[in-house]
């Protein structure tokens, strides 16, 4: 089997209209951004299928907006395709839905931190003061110079992104880039200032770095449930206790994009699929690692050559291993995509992240040892799922038609014809 990432885009990657097909065609993608009208008070919903460009730009608005947009894909694409990924990552904001859809962050929590750090972020810099500027056709170790040799006399300005071998960005007091991107230009670089409202991973953000790290430390967070890779470091987190930490430095940090493909790919990454609107990841990805396949969840010509890739992956996969969908993956998948009614965090932990935890972990060594999983294991994934169903508050209607999906996808409603279904209290 190949292996799968999933990538997240941050602020950019906006538009009018994203998430509505999503929201028109499949009930998960309707119902998270009905959760996140709910927890953010006002209607995201609409904002994000029908508002106002400025509106929907605004960076308060843009940051929840475009996490919840994210999230809709990945529930759908776990719903659809049930394929688990073997790592995530995101870009800036887009770290936050990887962490989300990792299980490292409560949703309702996200959805909380990223409106506020937009509001921090906006605050940090009064209009006007700063901005950025991408450069490409020159060697990062050249703007690093021109960056440090203008850096001076109070003005800063740094580099704020490593995208690609052709891309870096830059980011700082408005008359330092200038004078960099002056500079840049002159020695052959092609410099494009970006329409950005405040200059985004760069020492000016020390205020929004310092207000996120007191936000975020009002909140608990899980174990991921597979590796997400740091923005800071480009390494996959070891564990929860480095969320606030690294999300803080985040924002004043470079975000090393490049580095982070090159670790995936180097981890035999060969599929890696865009989880949210755009291309702007898909772009990054093919300049950084050409072997990787990479897909735009947001293009429905992709989602068809998706879905043909893992057709073929599927079928060699039968052929070599005698593969098949068991009720252990499908348990996981279901688990994952259900949307969640419950914001008691320790009852989250104890039903929800530790049960999953250890089916994940039995799939995990079934797959190492090549083996179909047993009664026994399978009755286990089973109970995982109604212990998930029962932490997340969902319906006894809602329930049945899960259970009725996992065995007939499976085909084992014959070993399990004595399955009692759940039955709604008097």
Known sequence: ????????????????????????????????????????????????????????????????????????????????YDLKPSFMAGHSLGEFSALTCAGAIEFKDALRI???RGIFMQQAVALGTGSMAAVSSLDKSVIEYECRKFSEDGQVVVV?????????????HKNAVQTVSDKLAALGGRVIPLKVSAPFHSPLMKPAAEKLAVEMNKYKFNEPLCPVISNVSALPYEGSGQIVESLAAQITAPVRWQESVEYIQNQGVDIAIEMGPQTVLKNLVKKIAPSIKIFSFDKEEDKKALKDEINLEQIVAKESK?????????????????????????????????????????????????????????????????????????????????????????????????????????
């Open 1 to 80: 089997m190949n292996k799968i990432a999933l990538l997240f885009p941050g602020q950019g990657s906006q538009y009018v209209g994203m998430g509505k097909a999503l929201d028109e065609n499949f009930s998960i993608a309707r119902q998270t951004f009905e959760e996140a009208n709910d927890i953010l008070q006002f209607d995201l919903q609409k904002l994000c299928f029908e508002g106002d460009i400025e509106e929907l730009t605004k960076t308060e608005n843009t940051q929840p907006a475009l996490l919840a947009a994210s999230v809709a894909a990945f529930r759908v694409y776990m719903k659809e």
């Open 114 to 116: 990223v409106r506020q």
């Open 160 to 172: 704020s992104n490593y995208n690609s071998p052709a891309q870096t960005v830059i980011s700082g």
């Open 322 to 426: 005698g593969f098949r969908h068991t009720i252990v993956t499908k348990s996981i998948a279901i688990a994952i995509c259900t949307r969640n009614r419950n914001w008691d965090n320790d009852e989250y932990q104890k039903g929800v992240v530790e049960p999953y935890r250890n089916i994940q972990k039995m799939q995990e060594k079934l797959e190492e040892d090549g083996k179909e999983p047993s009664i026994e294991q399978m009755t286990q994934a089973i109970e995982m799922l109604r212990s998930v169903f029962i932490t997340k508050k969902v319906s006894v209607e809602e329930q049945i038609q899960r259970f009725n999906e996992l065995f007939d996808v499976t085909g084992t409603r014959g070993i399990f014809k004595d399955f009692e279904m759940p039955k709604a209290e008097n």
